[in-house]
């Protein structure tokens, strides 16, 4: 299953959602039966890469989408969330 797009409003950060939201998608992911989930996020995007990784994905890539990203050393990281091993 792919994680895509998660966000939450700047005004209800700090509060535990995008937690409580990450749990729930794991949980989706488990009772219906899938082995992963899978998710891309920026290098600038710390915050989000700490969550993740708090919430069992684990980094399994990197990527810049562009040539001008490349020269930029801008990249995109992939995680991975095995299901089996929580």
Known sequence: L?????SVSREQRGRG???ALCREVLAFARARGFGAVVLSTSMVQVA?????EGQGFRKVGAS?????????????FHYRCDLGAR
């Not at 792919?2 to 998660?6: A, D, G, I, N, V």
């Not at 810049?64 to 995109?76: A, G, K, M, R």
């Open 2 to 6: 792919e994680l895509r797009r998660m």
């Open 17 to 19: 959602l995008a937690r």
């Open 48 to 52: 989000a890469q700490r969550l993740y």
């Open 64 to 76: 810049s989408p562009s040539l001008l990203c490349t020269i930029l050393h801008f990249q995109i």
